[in-house]
């Protein structure tokens, strides 16, 4: 039998709730792992410690504070040097102010690394085979209803995959090639409201909204798109239903 190894990105927001709700199905050792890198806010972290928790998966919390160092022209690292759009007409065209320089590149390198490191592990100190390992990398980029940020295509995941693979040990020396899973990416915001519904996953303590106040704001772009993809898929959002409670 094969000994799948994966890691899953969890923001606390709805897609990738959705992704790591579907990517416990697909293998035996999952471990999630949420970046925090001093966004505005906190109040993802705790969603994504909460959902973890709720979905029994392995969690870590990785404080990348210095993100906002390095790719800071950015709505999102930046806030008091780039006001974050709000009630936007012209979402979808240009790469927006939200774009964090290479963000997913560097959250695709530290993810891999980590990954990496529990399968030399459980080959070198605990000797499994390395022919029945397989090693998974699941995000939740979405390349349709949004954005327009060119690290959330699937030309990019199909190249980045490549050099994770040129770089690494786990396949140089035990012939183990990371895959990256993307299950949302060419789906609706309509779609993955469905899937989250149809998985059962534990959308009730996700947060989208770029506002880290008690209820979302409803304005921001983000909050905008779920609610659009709600009502699309005819769907009450449980957050909401939640929240009323």
């Given at each position: 039998?094969?000994?799948r190894?994966?890691?899953?990105?969890?923001?606390?927001?709805?897609?990738?709730?959705?992704v790591?709700?579907?990517?416990?199905?697909e293998?035996?050792?999952?471990?999630?792992?949420?970046?925090?890198?001093?966004?505005?806010?906190?109040k993802?972290v705790?969603?994504?410690?909460?959902?973890?928790?709720?979905?029994?998966?392995?969690?870590?919390?990785?404080?990348?504070?210095?993100?906002g160092?390095?790719?800071?022209?950015?709505?999102?690292?930046?806030?008091?040097?780039?006001?974050?759009?709000?009630?936007?007409?012209?979402?979808?065209?240009?790469?927006p102010?939200?774009?964090?320089?290479?963000?997913?590149?560097?959250?695709?390198?530290?993810?891999?690394?980590?990954?990496e490191?529990?399968?030399?592990?459980?080959?070198?100190?605990?000797?499994?085979?390395?022919?029945r390992?397989?090693?998974?990398?699941?995000?939740?980029?979405?390349?349709?209803?949004?954005?327009?940020?060119?690290?959330?295509?699937?030309?990019?995941?199909?190249?980045?995959?490549?050099?994770l693979?040129?770089?690494?040990?786990?396949?140089?020396?035990y012939?183990?090639?990371?895959?990256?899973?993307?299950?949302?990416?060419n789906?609706?915001k309509?779609?993955?409201?469905k899937?989250?519904q149809?998985i059962?996953?534990?959308?009730?303590?996700?947060?989208?909204?770029?506002?880290?106040?008690?209820?979302?704001c409803?304005?921001?772009?983000?909050?905008?798109?779920?609610?659009?993809?709600y009502?699309?898929?005819?769907?009450?959002?449980?957050?909401f239903?939640?929240?009323?409670?």
């Open positions: 039998t094969m000994s190894y994966g890691i899953t990105l969890l923001s606390g927001g709805l897609d990738s709730t959705t790591t709700t579907f990517a416990r199905s293998v035996d050792h999952l471990s999630a792992i949420t970046f925090y890198y001093g966004q505005t806010h906190s993802e705790e969603c994504a410690e909460r959902i973890a928790k709720e979905l029994d998966v392995d969690h870590r919390l990785l404080d990348i504070s210095f993100l160092e390095i790719a800071w022209y950015s709505a999102l690292t930046n806030p008091e040097l780039f006001p974050l759009p709000k009630n936007r007409t012209e979402i979808g065209f240009g790469v102010i939200t774009y964090v320089p290479l963000r997913n590149t560097i959250f695709l390198s530290l993810a891999a690394a980590l990954l490191s529990s399968i030399l592990k459980s080959i070198e100190s605990e000797g499994e085979d390395p022919e390992i397989s090693a998974s990398i699941f995000m939740a980029p979405n390349a349709i209803d949004y954005s327009g940020y060119p690290d959330c295509r699937p030309e990019f995941y199909e190249k980045a995959v490549d050099t693979n040129e770089g690494c040990k786990i396949a140089a020396q012939n183990i090639k990371f895959e990256i899973h993307t299950p949302i990416i789906m609706s309509a779609d993955i409201a899937l989250a149809k059962n996953a534990p959308v009730h303590l996700t947060w989208s909204c770029y506002e880290g106040r008690e209820v979302p409803r304005s921001c772009d983000s909050c905008v798109l779920r609610a659009k993809g009502e699309e898929a005819g769907l009450i959002d449980p957050l239903e939640n929240l009323s409670k």
